[in-house]
């Protein structure tokens, strides 16, 4: 006889009682190579065997001060990879799928990166793809005139989303006009941008001075980091990559009520200053981010979404920036619940400070940190990326290693006392996105929001 979910979770007693947690099991770290070659490229190697790939992450600081770099930064990404004088996109595309292997770029205000995978046995023939691209990209034409125009299509499309414009409502409010800000291009602006700029940014900004190569696979680590000197040695500069200037400290204040005629929901985005990695308080302030809104089993998920039913979705979450790192806080909301959202949000901020968290929410936070961090290492490219964030953090992977080891060691008390510092309604500061003449009167009556 089949019995159902149900009927399995029951006895006759009632409920099943679900077995405590097992011990987390540890994930080996291997350790990693550091070397930085003669050409400024600092490149880290690790060994960790499993399946015959390898995974690469090359990360350059590529910030720019003029309002027009962002246009030129974003087709250069989109055309990186698409000729040199010896291979045209389809022979750059079947040189990399000869050996397994892909490669992708991206661009955000703060850096490029290059990310990939392939066959451990083909590495060379990858960096040798890769240093063709990073010398000698000659960003053709016609491929430049295609990408823009595919890119003010998609930058149309996305600057109408809700989500997108609340980020850049949040951003001009954290940051003012500082170029951080600078997310996104305009479409104006990326149809202006020609081939020669461009290349000319390709010259002065894709360098390896500053920069960090990242080898994660079955590889030996020394033998690879040689094949990189080799592979890149034409790749050189005088000058070092552009690192982006810490912005300025963001103050708490009102929220900004920001317009969005005939919207249907409301975006709620909060913001206060938070801690780095290096700081003594980091593990602290994790914890209480995690009971805060950082998982689903956190006090505001199951205020506004389990128990009000307000949103899909709510979460809190640590964002690192140049020189320092941010709180944020941020849900969607239908228009006629936005100022309940609000309140709700504003007196679970208060209740985390002044009803702090029990030690049964601390110890099931504290297994979600230690657990999701070890899963996003058991994998060749969780582990590539984290090692790239820690270098570019000025971290290593002992920090990595050591941080269960410090949750471990956290004590409610702790929590508490970052509860207390960090996470009162005070510090916060951020904007309210919607249609004002739905919302306004609402949000305004509970005070904190500029006129």
Sequence with gaps: MTRSAEEIGRTEAGPRELPPLGPTRDVPLPDVEDRTLPNGLRVLAAHRPGVPMVELRLRVPFAGEAPGHPAVAELLSATLLTG?????????????????????VSVDPERLMITGSGLSDG???????????????????????????????RISVARAQPRTIARAALQRKRFGDHPITREMPTGEAVAAVTAEEVRALQTTALVPRGSILTLVGDIDTGAAIAEVEKQLAAWTSEH?????????????????????????????????????????????????????????????MENIREDKGYTYGAHSG????????????????????????LLETRYELGRLTAVPPTAEEVDAARAYSIGSLLISLDNQGGLASTITAMAADGLDIDWVRSHPARLEAVTVEQVAAAALTYFAPTAFTGVVVGDADVIGAGVRALGGIAS
């Design 123 to 153: 590495l060379a023939d990858v960096l040798g793809v890769l240093a063709d691209v990073l010398t000698a990209a000659t960003h053709p034409d016609d491929e430049v005139a295609r990408e823009r125009e595919r890119l003010v299509e």
């Design 84 to 104: 040199t004088p010896t291979r045209d996109r389809v022979e750059i595309d079947d040189a990399l799928a000869a050996v397994g292997a892909d490669l992708g």
């Design 240 to 300: 070092a990559a552009v690192e982006m200037s810490p912005p300025p400290p963001v103050p708490p204040g009102d929220l900004e009520l920001v317009h969005r005629p005939g919207s249907v929901q409301s975006q709620l985005r909060l913001t206060a200053p938070a801690v780095r990695r290096d700081h003594p308080d980091y593990a602290a302030f994790q914890l209480a981010n995690l009971v805060f809104g950082g998982y689903f089993s956190s006090r505001w």
């Design 318 to 341: 640590i964002e690192f920036i140049p020189g320092g790192a941010l709180l944020g806080v941020d849900t969607d909301v239908a228009s006629d619940v936005t100022a309940a959202a």
